[in-house]
């Protein structure tokens, strides 16, 4: 009688192992609370860190200015509104950039037609040697949609932080070269940021694109 108790004892031990083993391992409470802690502290994280990214808005770039042309007349953004144009910012001292990039500005244009409601700005970055007429002889070479503006220091450097562009003087004597943000910027004919535009292809491609925004 004693032996039939224990061996249904150890029956009921071997099946409360049984149901234990069927039902999973065995994880302890403080594993479980440092699982969710690491959880909790990664969730919040990427919260942080999405919420907190700055957006891109297509009014951070672009705004108000009075600039001389390079024909001697003054000009404003406003001159520009009813088509959409391009705007690119270098200096006529320039080694080779420049006027890599205003002679595809104007191959682009040219593709277009001589029809075609699209405009174009290049701004210096070099005022003091970049006079009205120093950019007319410049731009003689391109495409005479190409608009060149110039400007005291106090007038041409709220349009570089309007535009986002750097520019920094390298060198001290009079032949000294600007370091310059490099960039096309594409503006729609409200006059609004549209993107960088790239001028580096064929250019009825870059013409195709253009067309959307007439």
């Known amino acids: 009688m004693a032996n039939g108790s224990k061996g249904g004892a150890k029956g009921l031990k071997r099946g409360a192992k049984g149901a234990q083993s069927s039902n999973g391992p ?25 919420s907190s990214k700055p957006t891109t808005s ?14 001697g007349q003054q000009v404003t ?12 910012f270098g200096y006529t001292h320039c080694p080779d950039i420049c006027h890599t990039t205003l002679f595809e500005m104007s191959e682009i244009l040219r593709a277009m037609g001589p029809d075609a409601k699209v405009g174009a700005l290049f701004v210096t970055v070099d005022p003091e040697r970049d006079t009205p007429e120093t950019l007319k ?6 495409d005479p949609r190409i608009i060149g503006v110039t400007g005291p220091r106090a007038s041409v450097d709220p349009v570089l932080r309007e535009y986002r562009i750097f520019s920094k ?21 409200n006059g609004r940021f549209v993107a960088p535009f790239n ?16």
């Not at 953004?77 to 690119?88: A, I, K, S, T, W």
């Not at 390298?170 to 096309?184: F, I, L, P, R």
């Open 58 to 71: 297509t009014e951070m770039i672009g705004g108000p200015f009075q600039l001389t042309a390079h024909t």
């Open 26 to 50: 065995n994880v302890s409470k403080p594993l479980l609370i440092g699982v969710g802690a690491v959880f909790a502290a990664v969730f919040a994280a990427f919260v942080f860190f999405t």
């Open 169 to 189: 003087r390298a060198g001290k004597d009079e032949d000294y070269s600007v370091d310059h943000t490099t960039v096309v910027y594409l503006m729609d004919k």
């Open 199 to 214: 001028v580096a292809r064929r250019p009825a491609e870059a013409a195709r694109e253009l067309q959307r925004y007439l």
């Open 77 to 88: 953004e406003q001159d520009f509104l009813g088509r959409p144009f391009l705007v690119f």
């Open 137 to 142: 002889d410049y731009l003689s070479n391109f």
